[in-house]
Nanobody, 120 residues
Framework: QVQMEECGGGAVRSGGSLRISCSVSQYDLRRDAVGWLRQVPGKPLEGIGGVDIDGSTMYADSVKGRFTVSLDKVKNILYLQMNNVQPEDTATYFC??????????????WGTGIEVTVSS
């Protein structure tokens, strides 16, 4: 059974940086697209960035230039480096994987989610 688990979340001040990671077991990340989504209570899931099967990356406009998604294919770990975070980045962050492309709200495999809180 695929297991995806995020870690590294927490509280950070506006303008600061935080890196969260997603460890994956029973699964080979090299064969699927992977990415991060986030959810603010009362709002829909937002796909914020990912690595496609061909290695290309994509980012939502809301995080472009501030967030970076990277993948360690040897360790089977997905990272999200968040720089210059803002209060509107406060959300629950999920890692996800999907053989069809960069994960969206209908992704096949999900982590359990981790909270990130940005204070002003």
């Amino acid at each position: 059974q695929v297991q995806m688990e995020e870690c590294g979340g927490g509280a950070v001040r506006s303008g600061g940086s935080l890196r969260i990671s997603c460890s994956v077991s029973q699964y080979d990340l090299r064969r699927d697209a992977v990415g991060w989504l986030r959810q603010v209570p009362g709002k829909p899931l937002e796909g914020i960035g990912g690595v496609d099967i061909d290695g290309s990356t994509m980012y939502a406009d809301s995080v472009k230039g501030r967030f970076t998604v990277s993948l360690d294919k040897v360790k089977n770990i997905l990272y999200l480096q968040m720089n210059n975070v803002q209060p509107e980045d406060t959300a629950t962050y999920f890692c996800a994987a999907d053989p069809r492309g960069v994960p969206g709200p209908d992704a096949r495999n999900w982590g359990t989610g981790i909270e990130v809180t940005v204070s002003s």
